[in-house]
Structure formats: C-alpha cells, structure tokens
C-alpha cells in the first residue's frame, strides 16, 4: 500500500501548539516536495504549506494565514516532515492532510500531487 500517514492532530487550546507529522507508507518519498494542506468544516481545501525536500535544507512557502505561526521541517533520519503548529486559532480547526508534491514553488494545488495521507483532524477549543 502506496499512501502517506498523518499523526498528531487532537484538541488545542487557543494560542496553544500542536505538532504533526508526515511519513511515508510503502514508497521513497526522497524525490518530492511535500506539503500541507487543510480544510475546516464545510470549506474549501486550503494549501498553507510545503517544503522542496524531504531530505533536509529545503526551501519552505507559508500562506498567510499561518506565516509566522506555523513551521514545516523535514528529518531525513527519522523520515518524518513536521508541521509544528503554535499560537494557534480557531481558525485553524479542520483536517490535515499530507501530500507529495512534485515542487514547492509557491501555494500548494491540488494538481501537483501525487500521494495523500488520509487526514488528522484538528480542534482549536477553549
């Protein structure tokens, strides 16, 4: 089974953080950009984030609505890439879902996956 495997998401309190994690199921992911992208109930899919490599020292792209908040890092020793979340809003409440990207030049589209975690929901409750 080829897919990519979310964890960390749970209840956050505002202005709290959260850590999640990406990791590859069953293929080498060493080629490929990967980003974040999210969507809160009974909204559009958003892509707030990605990294050009999964290997270390890659370039990173934040939206606006989590620049400054978020941070996207790749650990090539564990083969994870992490999405630590702080000062966290209500806003941010929606599923979370990994990809693979074939590059990280700017927001992350749909269009330029290949491969996709199932989601980790996100709460952002007092």
């Known amino acids: 089974q080829v897919q990519l495997v979310e964890s960390g998401g749970g209840l956050v309190q505002p202005g709290g953080s959260l850590r999640l994690s990406c990791a590859p199921i069953g293929f080498n992911w060493d080629r490929y950009a990967v980003g974040w992208f999210r969507q809160p109930p009974g909204k559009a899919r958003e892509g707030i984030t990605c990294?050009?490599?999964?290997?270390?020292?890659?370039?990173?792209y934040y939206a606006d609505s989590v620049k400054g908040r978020f941070t996207l890092s790749s650990d090539n020793s564990k083969n994870i890439v992490s999405l630590q979340m702080t000062k966290v809003e209500f806003e941010d409440s929606a599923v979370y879902h990994c990809?693979?990207?074939?590059?990280?030049?700017?927001?992350?589209?749909?269009?330029?996956?290949?491969?996709w975690g199932t989601g980790t929901l996100v709460i952002v409750s007092p």
């Open positions: 990809a693979t990207l074939r590059r990280c030049a700017g927001p992350p589209r749909d269009t330029d996956t290949d491969h």
């Open positions: 990294i050009s490599n999964t290997t270390g020292g890659g370039t990173t």
